[in-house]
């Protein structure tokens, strides 16, 4: 999956900005830094294409330059590691039912052109985006009814049905200024590219095709906590390879990419400066096709838990970049607060062969003289396990897996089909076994509805939505109803830790690894990153991170 990763590395660093202006085609330096300030950050790709053009249009993310998270902002910011929301642009919020969603609009906040941030430019930002439909970039509109501003500094969410699941995405909307956007002739063909106005930190000083250059908004809300004066974007038309050698030389201050031998490439050539971190994101797990024996006897399947080399899998596909995932379908250490009390090991369960194949032969699946492993019906056990070919990394972990069943004495061959074959036969379930990814968002709604509730399944032959096992458990989707529609933490821990115990006990899929999240940094300018001792945010989490940034 190394060609997907790079795509999807494009797109983290297209993110990794969000803003832009036309500004001038050249630029020059900043003036001498004041003191207890940063004089500008070097970082990666600003997206575009090949052939870039100033776009700041933040419901556009296809066409927009990076940087556009820079200017404008949201009602509520996440640390996605530990999935904790943060107040923003609204100041508070409470629900005063399951359906309706109340926020504080913080005061103080300006436009860059100085004009007050105020409710109606909330609720005119998701008029904008329930009348484009192209701009609803989450989706959001599925689950209102209506946003409107009840008074000045209060916005009044109405749900369609109990909204508790769909907060993160319902307010994960950029906002924009009523007074300029109320004036476009065509919202859905503006670029923004006349200095835009937001809320944000930054304002976009210079663009060409080879460079972005945003610089410090002075009138920040929270204008103390930016210690970067500008932040330069720079074009990686050379791919990979070329960025990865500007990266050992120094030539970015920050970036998110894939970097084979990154200890080797990068830190080694100035380890007091050169630093990473890639913690998890979505869980790769084996999918069993729990339709057709003997994936459908819950012996086989928590005999399996521990049939997998997962050190071997990390070292070799994943450049021992990546952690084992837990079992409980949440991500360690980041979820710790949702595992169910308790838990060993946080979920994670060791490889061991000897008692997988123990486990095996006491459920009823024993081995000939030759050493196959037979069904209950005394037949070879004979299987298929599928990884889309062109992921070199699924396919070398593809590998490793199916040398660990053969050891186990099963008769499994390894498939690899292109990827829309896979993605096909993934959905109507046609297929034994394969790799497949769920998980990895702060909706916890989501990351257990998608792959486990009966409403995401189909019968066998058509196309599923997401419950690719085809999962079907009455105790599953009554938990995945009272987390939908649960607007007290304590109520969702105890929803979610009851489908992390499913997880554990029924072994509807089997967690391996969690993906990485690429983020490389230097300390020689600016210290305050985030890393495995202080994981304040996720790599994407650019406003977090922007503001937790001090002179090194």
Partial sequence: MRGRKRILIASLVTALAVAGCTGTEGMSAPQDTAQGMIGYLDYGDFGGGTEPQANYNPYLPATQLGATGYLFEKLVEYDHFSCTPKPWLAAAYSWTDPKTLVLQVRQGVKWTDGTPLTAKDVAYSYSLIKKYPAFDNEGVWRYLSSVEATDAATVTMRFKDAGASAFTLAVNVLIVPEHIWSKVPDPATFVNADNPVGTGPFTVKAF??????????????????????????????????????????GEY???????????????????????????????????????????????????????????????????????????????????????????????????????????????????????????????????????????????????????????????????????????????????????????????????????????????????????????????????????????????????????????????????????????QYQTDKAVGWPDAKNPYAAPSDNLLIITNLKPA
Wanted: charged share 25%; glycine share 10%; proline share 6%.
């Fill in 253 to 519: 201050d920050h970036n998110a990419m894939f970097i084979p031998d990154v200890d080797k490439a990068y830190v080694a050539r100035d380890p007091k400066v050169n630093h990473y971190w890639y913690p998890p994101g979505g869980t790769i797990s084996v999918y069993l096709n729990l339709t057709k024996k003997p994936f459908d006897d819950l012996a086989f399947r928590k005999a399996l838990t521990g049939a997998f080399d997962h050190k071997q899998i990390i070292d070799k596909s994943q450049n021992g970049y990546v952690t084992q995932a837990s079992q409980s379908g949440l991500i360690v250490p980041g979820h710790d607060k949702w595992l169910p009390p308790g838990l060993t090991g946080k979920g994670v369960i060791p490889y061991d062969a000897a008692k997988a194949d123990a486990a095996l032969t006491a459920a009823g699946y024993a081995k000939d003289a030759d050493g196959t492993r037979l069904g209950k019906d005394g037949k070879p056990l004979s299987f298929t396990f599928k990884v889309p070919g062109e992921w070199t990394d699924w396919l070398a972990a593809g590998q490793i897996i199916v040398k660990n069943l053969k050891a186990l004495g099963f008769d499994v061959d390894l498939e690899t089909p292109d990827f829309p074959t896979y993605e096909s036969d993934r959905a109507i379930g046609s297929y034994d076994a394969l790799l497949g990814v769920h998980g990895g968002s702060c909706n916890m709604f989501r990351n257990f509805a998608e792959p486990l509730a009966g409403d995401q399944s189909a019968p066998i032959g058509k196309k599923a939505a997401s419950n690719f096992v085809r999962w079907k458990d009455a105790e599953t989707d009554r938990l995945l109803g009272e987390l939908r529609v649960a607007t007290d933490e304590a109520t969702q821990k105890k929803a979610v830790a009851g489908l992390a115990t499913i997880m554990m006990e029924q072994v509807p899929v089997i967690p391996l690894w969690y993906g990485a999240k690429w983020f």
């Fill in 208 to 249: 060409n095709r080879q460079q972005l250059t945003i610089q410090r908004n002075p009138n920040y809300w929270q204008a103390d906590k930016i210690k970067v004066q500008e932040i330069r974007f720079h074009k990686a038309d050379g791919g990979g390879p070329i960025d990865q050698l500007k990266m050992s030389r």
